[in-house]
């Protein structure tokens, strides 16, 4: 499983922002993607992930209300729609993808196996 992550940029507080991510390989239809952040000094957090059939979604705390994951029919593309971004929420955000992981795990870095390059989001005025 190979995976393209998109659409970072810089924005102000209270701006929106979609993230893109591309994937390829033949277990993808059967694979949960997640969306995982990182700033500097700071560990790995899950955002948001989507299981296989996108009936299951998980969401740390944080961006609950403001964050959409979703994942087009053909599970191809996932996508972070953020929105109400606040400066707390810069840091390289990266895709992943993995299979069997259960849905009390979809948000442990740790449950996936493929990782895509990151892409830098800033929310600063």
């Known amino acids: 499983v190979q995976l393209q992550a998109s659409g970072g940029g810089s924005v102000q507080p209270g701006d929106s922002l979609r993230l893109s991510c591309a994937a390829t390989?033949?277990?993808?239809?059967?694979?949960?993607i997640g969306w995982f952040r990182q700033a500097p000094g700071k560990e790995r957090e899950g955002v948001a992930c989507?299981?296989?059939?996108?009936?299951?979604?998980y969401y740390t705390d944080s961006v609950k209300g403001r964050f959409t994951i979703s994942r087009t029919n053909d599970k191809t593309t996932v996508y972070l729609q953020m929105n109400s971004l606040k400066p707390e929420d810069t840091a390289v955000y990266y895709c992943?993808?993995?299979?069997?992981?259960?849905?009390?795990?979809?948000?442990?870095?740790?449950?996936?196996?493929?990782w895509g390059q990151g892409t830098q989001v800033t929310v600063s005025s």
């Open positions: 992943s993808a993995g299979p069997g992981i259960i849905y009390s795990s979809l948000g442990v870095p740790s449950s996936y196996t493929y």
């Open positions: 390989g033949s277990a993808l239809p059967n694979d949960a």
């Open positions: 989507i299981s296989p059939g996108g009936g299951v979604t």
